[in-house]
């Protein structure tokens, strides 16, 4: 164990060693529930500290960003076919906020339906499938 560090390296901390077992309930229940709100948090920050070093040392921003690039989630605009950035769903193109092709939501009603019933019965199929595996 390093004089800086508090837990011995290469083995895991445990957050809930000098907590009550209720204390420890409690925060392993709510870790489990804003776990995807803490990770995007942290993305987030890494994010923010990427671009930061970007700008401070431009040396590196040629290796920089193309990670910051690739690291963001798109989809393409299904009227123009340009780069959406999932956050914000906003085409910057088409100067207004678009869907995800591919989803059921933008197809027309008609098709929507006769998709959603294929789907439906994939799922009907496919459960049926898993039963006579179980047995």
Do not use: H
């Amino acid at each position: 164990m390093s004089k800086d560090s508090k837990f011995e390296e290469g083995k895991p901390a445990d957050p809930t060693k000098n907590m009550s077992p209720e204390e420890a309930e409690e925060w392993k229940r709510m870790n489990e529930k804003y776990k995807e709100k803490f990770k995007k948090e942290r993305e987030s920050a890494l994010r923010d500290d990427l671009i930061r070093l970007a700008y401070n040392k431009p040396e590196l921003r040629g290796a920089l960003l193309p990670i910051l690039k690739e690291a963001a989630d798109t989809f393409e605009c299904p009227n123009c076919g340009t780069k959406v950035l999932e956050q914000t769903g906003y085409c910057v193109k088409c100067k207004k906020k678009v869907k995800k092709a591919g989803g059921l939501e933008n197809l027309p009603p008609a098709l929507r339906e006769q998709a959603e019933k294929k789907q439906e019965e994939a799922k009907k199929k496919k459960d049926k499938d898993d039963d006579k595996k179980d047995d």
